[in-house]
């Protein structure tokens, strides 16, 4: 009895964690969905319209950035110099 608890208590552990691993892993990706790489420089222009992936709406929900519309311009990044 103990031993089924332990292991059903050890596999969800290791579920979670390899799940949060891999949507931070995914968020974290500069060549995410849909990106546009110009050199060193990122882009996501569906970031702003209703065509947007998740792992876009997701990363622009964590970061806290004003996603721009197709109309109003694209916004570029670069993780380093």
Not at 10 to 24: F, K, M, T
Not at 64 to 75: F, M, N, P, S, Y
């Amino acid at each position: 009895m103990l031993k089924n608890a332990i292991l059903t208590l050890l596999s969800l552990a290791i579920a979670i964690g390899l799940g949060g691993y891999s949507v931070w892993y995914a968020l974290n990706a500069q060549d995410g969905v849909g990106a546009i790489r110009i050199g060193q420089w990122t882009a996501f222009p569906e970031v702003g319209t209703l065509a947007a992936d998740p792992y876009s709406k997701a990363r622009v929900a964590r970061e806290g950035v004003l996603a721009l519309g197709q109309a109003e311009g694209l916004a570029f990044v670069a993780e380093r110099d």
